[in-house]
């Protein structure tokens, strides 16, 4: 087995070394080798400075500007959907911001949406184009394939939605892209075949998680990456709930009344004498 | 040509909410206020009077009450985790939380995320509970002859942290001894179930492969013998592991700063930059 012994547990105990910066008193604070003061604040965008700390790599600045965008264009300030919820309930039970932005965007650590889906949708679209190009798998085969491991449903990471078909997301997104002068790679290519196919059979599109894995694979980014440059993408529409709400009286956001939660458990029934233990 | 107009589903969603744990009888004159509860058809003033806590608890997340070997079994769970180490994540999140004076009442949901982890964590109760119910009617040695070759290829950093049999692994490079004696004390009990005892003889399996008992791992088998669904040990062992760590955060609460640890500058390396 591999792995750290005591002695290299001792040799660890009170020391931390850490490859991404730090602060030095008196002298700097230093990112992947950068001067954060002098070289990184008021130089890069914030984008620019979160990828920099995940990949240890300053991109360039229209890879920033398409990340504000997509972080712009996925979260709503729309406090029916899921996430930005709790941002609308953080409210109504007087949360601190805090909470809501926090929690809100921990919500969206989901397989059905947000940034949870981000990781699952960058393997399964690099697993296709290893398969396309490697082992020479049509499209048709792909999604074939891909259906039959879920059992015939059309349930493929990266495309349709709930709510509603299309994704007006990814026509802003590849618009964006297009003006930064951004070409499509192999990875968005095969996208777009997938996507093609699955519109002429079932008239389901790529979503925003599939625009954006394909995207972020064509930059050589892992899924990690992705999941890491993305966790707080929906955080935006969060706080805009949470704000809504913080303005209204306690109790006031979509209010029940009792009998509007419905009760399907058992009928009322007697409880069984306690003093004695059952068994 | 692909259209990506947008067009709604118009999915069926349901007009309320449903539960069949809790049932509020509104006042008369205020629809939106209670005069009476029900917890899973039982009155709640009479569980209040009548059950104590480890039958509520059951009652709550089960739907029945416990008999005598469920009550036992669920008594011992929640005592022997109540918390986790001093030295786990969660709980120098607790401490750091209380210790930078971080608002109490996000104390017990940061650690607890924290307490969710893949390693020594919810989410590795989880995946255990698949891989015990998954596997459980196959003999522990078979099992395990049936994945010699898989267990010889593996990553073995992932096999020690117990990433590979979920909730099966090492702590500090070695077996860890105190997860062995917490495992002992549900083992050999009359309340002691199968999906336990199947894993006992997992880990006496596993000795060749110098692997055992990770306490997530007991908490999984318990949960699985308790009826609870493998997505039900997440949440269930941050709750379970919950008074300990908010325990550690508030004891930290009112420290000075300098009564914790700080890395000291000398002792701070950047490498690599």
Same mark, same amino acid.
């Given at each position: 087995?591999?792995t750290?012994?005591?002695? @290299?547990?001792?040799?660890?105990?009170?020391?931390?070394?850490?490859?991404?910066?730090?602060?030095?008193?008196?002298?700097?604070?230093?990112?992947?080798?950068?001067?954060?003061?002098?070289?990184?604040?008021?130089?890069? @965008?914030?984008?620019?400075?979160?990828?920099?700390?995940?990949?240890?790599?300053l991109?360039?600045d229209?890879?920033?500007?398409?990340?504000?965008?997509?972080?712009?264009?996925?979260?709503?300030?729309?406090?029916?959907?899921?996430?930005?919820?709790?941002?609308?309930?953080?409210?109504?039970?007087?949360?601190?911001?805090?909470?809501?932005?926090?929690?809100?965007n921990?919500?969206?650590?989901?397989?059905?949406?947000?940034?949870?889906?981000?990781?699952?949708?960058?393997?399964?679209?690099?697993?296709?184009?290893?398969?396309?190009i490697?082992?020479?798998?049509?499209?048709?085969?792909?999604?074939?394939?891909?259906?039959?491991?879920?059992?015939?449903k059309?349930?493929?990471?990266?495309?349709?939605?709930?709510?509603?078909?299309?994704?007006?997301?990814?026509?802003?997104?590849r618009?964006?892209?297009?003006?930064?002068?951004?070409?499509?790679?192999?990875?968005?290519?095969?996208?777009?075949?997938?996507?093609?196919?699955?519109?002429?059979?079932?008239?389901?599109?790529?979503?925003?998680?599939?625009?954006?894995?394909?995207?972020?694979?064509d930059?050589?980014?892992?899924?990690?990456?992705?999941?890491?440059?993305?966790?707080?993408i929906?955080?935006?529409?969060?706080?805009?709930?949470?704000?809504?709400?913080?303005?209204?009286?306690a109790?006031?956001?979509?209010?029940?009344?009792?009998?509007?939660?419905?009760?399907?458990?058992?009928?009322?029934?007697a409880?069984?004498?306690?003093?004695?233990?059952?068994? | 040509?692909?259209?990506?107009?947008?067009?709604?589903?118009?999915?069926?969603?349901?007009?309320?909410?449903?539960?069949?744990?809790?049932?509020?009888?509104?006042?008369e004159?205020?629809?939106?206020?209670?005069?009476?509860?029900?917890?899973?058809?039982?009155?709640?003033?009479?569980?209040?009077?009548?059950?104590?806590?480890?039958d509520?608890?059951?009652?709550?997340? !089960?739907?029945?009450?416990?008999?005598?070997?469920?009550?036992?079994?669920?008594?011992? !769970?929640?005592?022997?985790?109540?918390?986790?180490s001093?030295?786990?994540?969660?709980?120098?999140?607790?401490?750091?939380?209380?210790?930078?004076?971080?608002?109490?009442?996000?104390?017990?949901p940061?650690?607890?995320?924290?307490?969710?982890?893949?390693?020594?964590?919810g989410?590795?109760v989880?995946?255990?509970?698949?891989?015990?119910?998954?596997?459980?009617?196959?003999?522990?040695?078979?099992? /395990?002859?049936?994945?010699?070759?898989?267990?010889?290829?593996?990553?073995?950093?992932?096999?020690?942290?117990?990433?590979?049999?979920?909730?099966?692994?090492?702590?500090?490079?070695?077996?860890?001894?105190?997860?062995?004696? /917490?495992?002992?004390?549900?083992?050999g009990?009359?309340?002691?179930?199968?999906?336990?005892?199947?894993?006992a003889?997992?880990?006496?399996?596993?000795?060749?492969?110098?692997?055992?008992?990770?306490?997530?791992?007991?908490?999984?088998?318990?949960?699985?013998?308790?009826?609870?669904?493998?997505?039900?040990?997440?949440?269930?062992?941050?709750?379970?592991?919950?008074?300990?760590?908010?325990?550690?955060?508030?004891?930290?609460?009112?420290?000075?700063?300098?009564?914790?640890?700080?890395?000291?500058?000398?002792?701070?390396?950047?490498?690599?930059?």
């Open positions: 087995m591999s750290l012994k005591v002695e @290299d547990y001792d040799r660890l105990r009170g020391k931390l070394p850490n490859r991404t910066g730090g602060w030095v008193p008196g002298t700097a604070v230093y990112c992947r080798g950068y001067d954060m003061m002098d070289d990184l604040v008021g130089q890069v @965008d914030f984008f620019q400075s979160l990828v920099l700390n995940i990949t240890g790599q991109p360039e229209r890879f920033a500007k398409w990340l504000h965008a997509a972080h712009i264009c996925v979260s709503w300030p729309d406090p029916r959907i899921w996430c930005n919820q709790i941002g609308a309930y953080a409210a109504m039970a007087r949360a601190t911001v805090n909470a809501a932005s926090s929690f809100g921990l919500a969206a650590d989901s397989v059905m949406y947000g940034q949870g889906t981000l990781p699952i949708g960058t393997r399964l679209i690099q697993r296709f184009y290893s398969q396309h490697n082992e020479r798998k049509s499209v048709e085969e792909i999604v074939d394939q891909e259906i039959e491991r879920k059992g015939g059309v349930n493929i990471m990266g495309f349709a939605r709930p709510l509603a078909s299309g994704d007006e997301r990814v026509v802003a997104m618009r964006t892209a297009k003006n930064l002068a951004f070409q499509d790679g192999p990875h968005m290519q095969l996208a777009l075949a997938i996507e093609e196919l699955l519109y002429d059979r079932y008239s389901e599109t790529m979503n925003f998680t599939g625009y954006l894995c394909a995207f972020m694979s930059l050589g980014y892992s899924a990690e990456q992705v999941h890491r440059i993305f966790a707080l929906v955080v935006n529409g969060v706080t805009a709930s949470f704000c809504e709400e913080a303005k209204k009286p109790d006031s956001f979509l209010p029940l009344r009792c009998d509007d939660v419905e009760y399907t458990g058992p009928a009322k029934r409880l069984p004498d306690m003093s004695h233990e059952k068994s | 040509m692909v259209n990506r107009s947008v067009k709604s589903r118009k999915e069926p969603f349901s007009k309320k909410a449903s539960t069949s744990i809790w049932k509020e009888d509104a006042d004159s205020n629809p939106y206020l209670v005069s009476k509860t029900h917890l899973r058809g039982y009155s709640f003033d009479e569980i209040t009077e009548q059950c104590d806590f480890i509520t608890f059951y009652l709550l997340f !089960l739907g029945d009450l416990p008999n005598k070997n469920q009550k036992q079994l669920l008594q011992l !769970l929640l005592t022997t985790f109540i918390s986790p001093p030295r786990h994540p969660a709980s120098r999140s607790a401490m750091s939380l209380g210790g930078g004076k971080t608002f109490p009442q996000h104390i017990l940061a650690s607890l995320g924290i307490a969710g982890g893949e390693y020594l964590g989410r590795q989880q995946l255990c509970m698949h891989f015990i119910q998954n596997n459980y009617q196959t003999l522990p040695k078979k099992w /395990l002859e049936e994945q010699q070759a898989t267990l010889a290829l593996a990553d073995k950093l992932l096999l020690a942290e117990g990433r590979i049999i979920y909730g099966f692994g090492q702590q500090y490079g070695d077996v860890d001894p105190y997860a062995t004696r /917490l495992a002992n004390k549900f083992l009990k009359s309340f002691s179930g199968p999906h336990l005892t199947w894993c003889e997992l880990v006496d399996g596993l000795k060749l492969y110098d692997i055992g008992w990770l306490q997530t791992g007991i908490v999984a088998a318990v949960l699985c013998d308790l009826g609870f669904p493998a997505y039900a040990g997440a949440g269930l062992f941050q709750l379970i592991q919950a008074p300990g760590l908010l325990a550690h955060g508030l004891e930290a609460y009112p420290k000075s700063r300098t009564e914790f640890p700080f890395v000291s500058d000398e002792d701070y390396h950047i490498v690599d930059t």
